[in-house]
């Protein structure tokens, strides 16, 4: 029983001394380019004994140089890495528990990269609220209730510009406010003036044909060209009477009732098409999010090969200080001072040890990848073979986590654009050839089929199933539509142009 004691108290013991490097290190190997670099301005704030070196000092070539002498030949790896792999694999369940791994980053005063992204987000630009709101501000509203009602349902109205929640539930919920009686007639009111009064026409509209409707009517009423108002009219009526219709491309039969030419059809359809479904979208700034390449791949025409380099030109470069590094060769400082200096550069070291970590794991997933997929490279997706994450780890001698974190959210740079790390690694079927063949490459298939098809005589899903099966790659029906739907393409009778 003593025994047992022991052994359970040196493995907690050891545990809690590896935990804060193992997790730095898994932290680090995961965060892309831009992740790392706002990592790395982190460091460098809290830890004294952490310099950052600027892309295209003296000091960068300098580093860059050092670094150049110091890296491990293709395929191999450090002393030091091939020790933490012996780690790793040790106690590759705490290294795998992000929940353990959070923890013990608290409990350690380690930072959170997951909290660190979220605090480092660009805050978004004024929201549709916002914009309406002030909108309303400006419009000529004299009677106090209907503009204290019509404040609080812009509170309501989605990004889409739509007003879907009911106004009973706005009186319920506003019953406690004053300036309104809160009333349905007011409520009602007060929304059929935000929908004359505020802009892109179609805000404040209860459903998309609504909207619809609203964006029309306003355009017959503007419109001075008589055939062009008939259209207007036309397209209208459709949207009155025939809505359910033209969602399902049901043309012939709205056709048929409503005894057109199709010339006058085709008209009023193109007046639909002028229309927007999501009048607010305008009015909400886009999320645009910048990808830089963490790998640069290159065709050499030379030797033939696919080769990889780390995009990091751009990114700066980390090392301890050397006045903290002279510093702890002095004689002459206190212990507490000692203590201090040691700390920071044994910090500083730990980081920078990591981040060489992260990029020589990034590589070496990234040569397997060349290697294994070179047809993708020379043919494109449809030529794209499975290969598990489990494979690969085994190929290098590392945990699947490992190369779960060294893929997730990079990018690389390749002749055939920018592509996702992660694209690469998937699972697969054999075509009656034999050739491996990944499931992504089968969805590439997909893909093709339906934008070569006809489209007054689109391809059915079990016709699409059969123009596979003829190069080799038999699927059922249904692995079609789950393709289909994945890749955002409609059904056939949706895709038929009448």
């Not at 004299?142 to 539930?169: F, N, V, W």
């Not at 397209?235 to 199709?262: C, H, Q, T, V």
């Not at 009656?432 to 298939?445: F, H, I, L, Q, Y």
Request: net charge negative; hydrophobic share 40%; aromatic share 4%.
């Amino acid at each position: 029983m003593a025994g047992m004691r022991f052994e359970t108290s040196q493995g907690m013991k050891l545990g809690q001394t590896l935990s804060p490097k193992l997790i730095q290190s898994a932290e680090i190997l995961q965060l892309n380019t831009m992740e790392l670099q706002e990592r790395l301005e982190q460091e460098v704030e809290k830890n004294v004994a952490l310099e950052l070196v600027l892309p295209g000092s003296s000091d960068d070539g300098d580093l860059r140089r050092e670094r150049s002498r110091e890296e491990a030949p293709q395929g191999g790896g450090s002393e030091e890495f091939e020790r933490l792999r012996r780690l790793e694999r040790q106690y590759g369940d705490q290294w795998n528990s992000d929940s353990d791994g959070r923890r013990a980053a608290r409990d350690s005063g380690e930072r959170d990269a997951k909290m660190d992204a979220m605090a480092n987000a660009p805050s978004r630009g004024r929201g549709i609220v916002e914009e309406l709101t002030e909108q309303w501000s400006f419009a000529e509203v004299h009677d106090p209730s209907i503009r204290t009602a019509g404040a609080r349902i812009i509170e309501y109205i989605d990004d889409d510009g739509l007003m879907k929640t009911d106004l009973e539930t706005v009186r319920e919920q506003s019953a406690h406010l004053e300036g309104c009686d809160w009333s349905l007639t007011t409520l009602e009111a007060a929304l059929l003036r935000i929908q004359a009064e505020l802009e892109p026409k179609g805000v404040g509209a209860r459903s998309v044909r609504e909207a619809l409707l609203i964006e029309a009517r306003v355009k017959l009423d503007e419109v001075m060209d008589l055939d062009l108002a008939e259209s207007w009219g036309d397209a209208i009526e459709i949207l009155e009477s025939f809505y359910d219709d033209i969602l399902a491309n049901r043309i012939p039969k709205i056709r048929e009732r409503m005894g057109w030419s199709p010339e006058r059809f085709d008209r009023a359809r193109a007046c639909l098409k002028r229309l927007d479904p999501n009048p607010g979208r305008e009015l909400v700034p886009p999320e645009s999010t910048a990808i830089i390449p963490d790998v640069i791949v290159e065709y050499d025409p030379e030797s033939g090969d696919y080769t990889a380099r780390l995009a990091d030109e751009l990114m700066p470069r980390v090392r301890v200080s050397p006045d903290y590094e002279a510093m702890m060769k002095e004689i002459d400082l206190d212990a507490k001072a000692r203590n201090f200096v040691a700390e920071s550069v044994r910090a500083a070291r730990s980081i920078i040890e990591a981040i060489e970590q992260r990029n020589t794991t990034l590589m070496r997933v990234v040569r397997v990848v060349l290697a294994r997929q070179r047809e993708w490279f020379e043919q494109g997706p449809q030529h794209l073979k499975p290969m598990p994450m489990v494979d690969v780890a085994e190929m290098l001698g590392i945990h699947v986590a490992t190369v779960s974190r060294a893929v997730s959210e990079k990018w690389l740079q390749t002749p055939r654009g920018l592509v996702a790390l992660r694209t690469f690694f998937s699972l697969g079927t054999e075509n009656a050839d034999g050739e491996e063949m990944s499931w992504n490459a089968v969805k590439a298939m997909v893909q093709e089929a339906v934008d070569s098809e006809s489209k007054v005589k689109p391809l059915s899903d079990r016709e699409i199933a059969e123009v596979l099966e003829k190069r080799g790659v038999t699927i059922a029906r249904r692995t079609v539509v789950k393709y289909r739907e994945q890749l955002g393409i409609l059904s056939a009778p949706m895709r038929k142009q009448h």
